[in-house]
């Protein structure tokens, strides 16, 4: 009985071992999640302030995780955000990285370093799920053919994708580069200047209408909604709008299951709360203030839903997951919704000032947090940090020596080891750019108007320089421009050394 249970323990002690050791390899390669909502303020999570309306999955993981108050995208629109979370590039730097058509070429180089490019080096398994809006093909698309470039052709194994956004055509699902349920004999016809002969529109049909467009969204109609852009054939691939973030979770959870594995890189890229806002009839009316709330928590379901499919396939503990939003918050942003008047006490930016569109911070300061169960204690970081950082501190966790102009290695700030961030970040807002440095943000003079009135939000567009103490007043009240002289010459010496002595064709000005 004695050498028996010597054999069974030494046994259990060699089991033991193998179980250490395929632990310590997994941490050596982590999988990374990506959980990108689409135009969701700084306000509007509870877990930053919210007191209207109650995201407890999204806060589960930020108040386990780091949750950044200096977090954000590198531009107040989509295209530009994505384009520098995945590259790691300031969007400035692309003069086409600009919120783009459904029809657009893709923005992405085919030889450019992405993260998922980047990932497939060290084995990762990598795949997108959700928006995409970054471009298709290479010239006039196709939709009926095997796409020519596209999410794939930048780094990712796997794509499940909308082209660009809920409200522009074509509102198809592509599945590696091929849309789903095409009807051979209904092609697809897109175009963002003519409508199709006899096609109805939102404009010249409003008797077809479920819902009433306010700006801009008056073209072709696909579900009762008008869209940006027109659109010809393709009905039976055309998605359901109330099934859509049911749709994209269903297919993420399966990615996770099937791919569990190995490690892998998932990018779950959520609509909400963009617009149009359809929430499932489970949502409808459950957050009090209309369909921008109800699909806030519609996200925030989803979000628990793929946390809870990670731990049940037994692969949450040994995952990074980061959260954030790809701009600020905008209410009427096309249609009639009630999110408006249905706002109440809100404030989807919080104490910021500005939102989507807009140089000031709500443009681009926006929900951050980063969460590794077991691995990062919980903690609340004021850390200067920005989206296009991951491709850097990512490089650093799987041991990728990379050399990027814009990202920086912020790993340790990413995993709550240090407190110490960025030094200065350039933000951008339709192709004009501010300049954050320490606890300060200067913004250029520029020409235009001092409020898009379709949105009602603040531009930040002024003729003189304005310069905000960040620290002292977040919701930048009190313009120091003229009262610190020193510091304003200071940021924008340093600022023109990273942007260049022209931003957005405005001439040079001499500081007194």
Same mark, same amino acid.
């Given at each position: 009985?004695?050498i ?11 089991? !033991? @071992?193998?179980?250490?050791s ?8 982590p999988?990374?999640?990506?959980i990108?909502?689409?135009?969701? =303020?700084?306000?509007?999570?509870s ?12 806060? #589960? @993981? ?24 995945l ?13 783009? %058509?459904?029809?657009?070429?893709l923005?992405i180089?085919?030889?450019? @370093?992405?993260? %998922? ?6 084995g990762?398994?990598t795949a997108?799920?959700?928006k ?11 939709w ?5 470039a =596209?999410?794939? $052709?930048?780094?990712?194994?796997y ?10 055509v %074509? ?13 051979s ?12 002969? =006899?096609?109805?529109?939102g404009?010249?049909?409003?008797e ?6 306010? +700006?801009? +969204?008056? !073209? ?8 940006? =852009? ?8 055309n998605w #359901? $709008?109330?099934d859509?973030?049911d749709?994209f ?11 569990k ?6 990018y779950?890229?959520?609509n ?6 359809t ?7 459950? #957050?009090?203030?209309g ?8 996200? $925030? ?10 731990k049940?396939e037994?692969?949450?503990d ?5 959260? #954030?939003?790809?701009?600020?918050p905008?209410l ?21 000032r ?11 300061r ?19 940090v920005?989206q ?24 340790? /700030?990413?995993?709550?080891?240090s407190?110490k ?13 501010a300049?954050?440095q ?8 520029? !020409?235009? $108007?001092?409020i ?21 007043d ?31 064709? /405005? ?6």
């Amino acid at each position: 009985m004695k050498i028996k249970y010597i054999v069974l323990s030494f046994l259990a002690f060699t089991v !033991s @071992l193998k179980s250490s050791s395929q632990t310590n390899n997994k941490t050596v390669k982590p999988n990374i999640v990506f959980i990108y909502l689409d135009d969701l =303020g700084y306000g509007d999570l509870s877990c930053y302030g919210a007191t209207a309306i109650k995201t407890p999955n999204i806060d #589960s @993981l930020a108040n386990g995780g780091v949750r950044f108050t200096n977090g954000y995208a590198t531009s107040a629109t989509c295209t530009p955000s994505r384009y520098g979370l995945l590259t790691g590039v300031y969007p400035w730097r692309n003069k086409d990285a600009k919120i783009l %058509p459904g029809s657009a070429p893709l923005l992405i180089g085919k030889d450019q @370093l992405t993260i %998922p490019k980047m990932l497939k080096e060290k084995g990762y398994q990598t795949a997108v799920v959700g928006k995409w809006h970054l471009g298709l093909g290479t010239g006039i698309v196709d939709w009926n053919q095997q796409l020519d470039a =596209g999410p794939n $052709d930048v780094g990712f194994d796997y794509s499940y994708i909308m082209a660009a956004t809920q409200d522009r055509v %074509p509102t198809i699902y592509i599945d590696n580069g091929k849309v789903v349920n095409l009807d051979s004999k209904d092609p697809i016809a897109v175009n963002y200047d003519k409508n199709f002969p =006899g096609q109805p529109t939102g404009k010249e049909n409003p008797e077809l209408l479920s819902m009433k467009w306010h +700006h801009g +969204h008056n !073209s072709s109609i696909v579900n009762g909604i008008p869209r940006i =852009g027109y659109v010809s054939g393709g009905a039976s691939a055309n998605w #359901s $709008d109330v099934d859509l973030a049911d749709h994209f979770l269903a297919k993420a959870q399966t990615y996770v299951k099937s791919h569990k594995d190995a490690p892998f890189f998932l990018y779950y890229a959520l609509n909400q709360p963009h617009v149009p806002r359809t929430p499932n009839p489970r949502f409808v009316g459950k #957050s009090g203030m209309g369909p921008r709330g109800d699909v806030i928590l519609e996200a $925030d379901y989803c979000v628990g839903e793929i946390i809870k499919t990670l731990k049940a396939e037994g692969v949450l503990d040994n995952t990074l997951i980061m959260f #954030s939003s790809d701009n600020g918050p905008v209410l009427n942003d096309g249609y009639y919704d009630e999110a408006v008047e249905k706002l109440g006490n809100h404030k989807p930016n919080g104490p910021l000032r500005g939102g989507k569109y807009s140089l000031l911070e709500a443009g681009t300061r926006v929900p951050f947090f980063t969460y590794w169960k077991g691995r990062i204690k919980p903690q609340v970081s004021d850390a200067l940090v920005c989206q296009i950082d991951l491709l850097e501190s990512i490089a650093k966790l799987v041991n990728i020596d990379v050399k990027s102009t814009d990202s920086q290695e912020l790993l340790d /700030v990413f995993t709550g080891k240090s407190a110490k961030g960025r030094t200065n970040l350039v933000i951008e807002a339709n192709t004009k750019t501010a300049f954050r440095q320490g606890d300060w943000i200067m913004i250029p003079p520029y !020409s235009g $108007d001092p409020i898009l009135e379709e949105v009602n939000i603040e531009m930040g567009n002024d003729k003189d320089f304005q310069l905000y103490n960040l620290k002292k007043d977040i919701g930048q009240k009190n313009n120091l421009a003229k009262a610190q002289t020193k510091k304003l010459k200071e940021m924008m010496k340093n600022f023109e050394l990273i942007r260049g002595n022209s931003y957005n064709n /405005v001439e040079k000005i001499e500081l007194k």
